[in-house]
């Protein structure tokens, strides 16, 4: 009940404030601390990074797709998921790509309780190493969301917060492969991480038209110039 309120009070608050929580809560926002969305590079270097999966057939076409482009990527994966399609991420390890947590159950409600913020991460810590044998350095917060406190819970668990510029805003309600290329191509900049989605939190979720679209815009890029890279690797190249 308590809970409720909280989160009815502080719905209230964050419309009544909304041009200052779009300032605040904005993927390329550092107000809450260092939450990284690109490096400074005049060299044509990108990272590409998937929130939400694993989740077949998508995550098993995506990797493909990269794999079949040379890619490599970073994958921020849900625990539950992971839990429930191990082999996918065994199989994103094996292909070089990097995997990050997204935390155990991706709820909104965790962001309300330290305790179970931190045992939502710790939780999905666990599953990942577990299944993958690596353990993960990076945390993307669902919808990119944070407040001082969970940057501080991050910190404590040695953990670096990763943002991201959409690749397309609109990716998880409208699936037009044509639309979704043209403006990833419009936001792509050197030193970016883009963020696509190849699950929709732990709910499964169609991704054909994203799995599409990376398939489109990699040589598109590359014929660019542009070199991709896992966000560790993006990020030891900051000047
Ligand atoms: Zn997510």
Redesign the pocket.
């Known amino acids: 009940m308590i809970w409720a309120l909280v989160v009815i009070a502080l719905v209230i608050l964050i419309v009544a404030l909304l041009p200052v929580s779009a300032m605040l809560f904005a993927s390329t926002s550092q107000w809450f601390g260092r939450f990284p969305y690109r490096i400074r590079t005049k060299e044509k270097l990108l990272a590409l990074s998937f929130?939400?999966g694993p989740n077949p057939p998508y995550t098993d076409e995506l990797l493909n797709v990269l794999r079949n482009h040379g890619v490599k990527a970073t994958f921020?994966v849900?625990g539950k998921n992971l839990e429930k399609f191990p082999q996918l991420g065994r199989t994103m390890v094996n292909d070089g790509h990097c995997i990050g947590n997204?935390t155990y159950s991706?709820e909104f409600s965790t962001y309300f309780s330290r305790s179970k913020f931190t045992s939502e991460i710790e939780r999905a810590q666990a599953v990942i190493a577990d299944i993958t044998g690596t353990t993960p350095t990076l945390f993307?917060p669902?919808?990119l969301f944070r407040l001082p406190w969970t940057m501080h819970v991050l910190k404590t668990l040695n953990l670096t917060p990763i943002s991201a510029v959409f690749g397309y805003e609109f990716e998880v309600i409208h699936q037009r492969t044509d639309a979704m290329v043209k403006r990833a191509l419009q936001k792509v900049k050197p030193g970016l991480i883009l963020d696509f989605?190849d699950?929709y939190?732990a709910k499964g979720g169609y991704r054909k038209s994203t799995v599409e679209t990376i398939d489109k815009i990699i040589p598109a890029l590359k014929s660019q110039g542009y070199t991709f890279l896992t966000v560790p690797e993006l990020l030891q190249r900051a000047r």
């Open positions: 929130d939400d921020f849900v997204h991706h993307r669902p919808w989605h699950g939190d």
